[in-house]
C-alpha cells in the first residue's frame, strides 16, 4: 500500500505541505524499488534520497519554528528525532538483508507512512496554526 496525500493531511502551510507532497513521494519510490526488484543496491539508493529529503524537510520545519518562536518546538524536534532514528534503523535492516524483505516493506508502513500521518495531523497542523494565528494578531 503506497502513501497517499489525502486532503486530511493539508495543513494549510504552504512550504510543509508542499514538502509533505515530496516527502510522500520519496516514500512511494522507496516502497516501488522494493516491489519491482529485489535488488539491495537500489533500495538502499531510494532510501538515502528518502533520508536526505527528510533531513531537509525537517530541518527546514524546525527552523520555521525557531523562526516564529513556537512554543512546542523541543517536543516536535524529538518526534522528529524519533523518526530519523527509525530511518537509520530502517537503513541497518536493509544492510543486513539480501534485498528488501516484506518485513522491511511491513515497517515502512508502520514506521514511516503511519508515523508521518499521525505526526502531520497533529504536531505539523499546530505548528501552521500556530504560525496563522500569530501573522492574524499581528495584522490587528
Ligand atoms: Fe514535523
Known amino acids: ?14 512550504m510543509i505541505d508542499s514538502q509533505h507532497r515530496e516527502l510522500i513521494q520519496k516514500i512511494n519510490d522507496l516502497l516501488k524499488s ?10 538502499v539508493k531510494t532510501l538515502d534520497f528518502l533520508m536526505d529529503y527528510t533531513e531537509y524537510h525537517f530541518n527546514a520545519e524546525e ?9 512546542g518546538y523541543a517536543k516536535h524536534k ?10 537509520g534503523e530502517l537503513h541497518e535492516m ?9 518485513a522491511f516493506v511491513k515497517r515502512v508502513q508502520d514506521k514511516v507512512i503511519e508515523w508521518l500521518y ?6 505539523d497542523r499546530s ?14
Open 34 to 43: 522494493c516491489e519491482k526488484s529485489n535488488d539491495k543496491a537500489v533500495a
Open 118 to 123: 499521525v505526526h502531520i495531523q497533529g504536531f
Open 94 to 102: 536493509l544492510e543486513e538483508e539480501e534485498g528488501p524483505s516484506p
Open 78 to 87: 524529538a518526534q522528529h528525532d524519533l523518526f530519523r532514528q527509525s530511518i
Open 1 to 14: 500500500m503506497y502513501a497517499e496525500f489525502h486532503d486530511n493531511l493539508i495543513t494549510g502551510n504552504e
Open 63 to 71: 527552523q520555521l519554528q525557531k523562526d516564529i518562536g513556537y512554543p
Open 127 to 140: 505548528v501552521a496554526e500556530y504560525k496563522f494565528m500569530r501573522e492574524s494578531n499581528e495584522r490587528l
